[in-house]
């Protein structure tokens, strides 16, 4: 009887432990491995912001093409949308997304890697 309830406190300590480790982040892998570099994903979402953020939507139409997507943002006032293309940027693996306000003459707001 003492032997079973030692068994299962030992059980039940390395389930809690198996499940504890399970729910914890997964390392980054590195450009050689096929993965994006997460430095470099936020270096190219810092880049595009400061680059597009308070441009014309025009100029990034003419830039990019013609979005793939075009979406509105829920709970903001339906003058946002937000606009997804379908280019892959091949060294961060982002899929570039804007924010645009739709107002007299639409602007970029923000941009997203995905």
């Known amino acids: ?20 480790g399970a729910c914890g982040e997964l390392p980054v892998a590195q450009r050689d491995g ?12 810092k ?3 400061s680059s597009w953020n ?6 990034l139409v003419k830039t990019f093409g013609a979005p793939r997507l075009i979406m509105n943002i829920p709970a903001r006032p339906s003058r946002f949308t937000v606009v997804v293309y379908e280019r892959l940027d091949t060294t961060t ?20 890697c995905r």
């Open 54 to 59: 308070g441009r014309p939507y025009q100029e």
């Open 47 to 49: 880049s595009m912001k």
């Open 1 to 20: 009887m003492v032997l079973n309830f030692w068994f299962l406190r030992l059980s039940t300590a390395l389930v809690g432990a198996l499940l504890l």
């Open 93 to 112: 693996d982002c899929i570039d997304a804007f924010a645009v306000v739709q107002d007299t003459t639409p602007v970029v707001n923000d941009y997203f």
């Open 34 to 45: 096929g993965h994006p570099n997460s430095y470099s994903r936020d270096q190219r979402e």
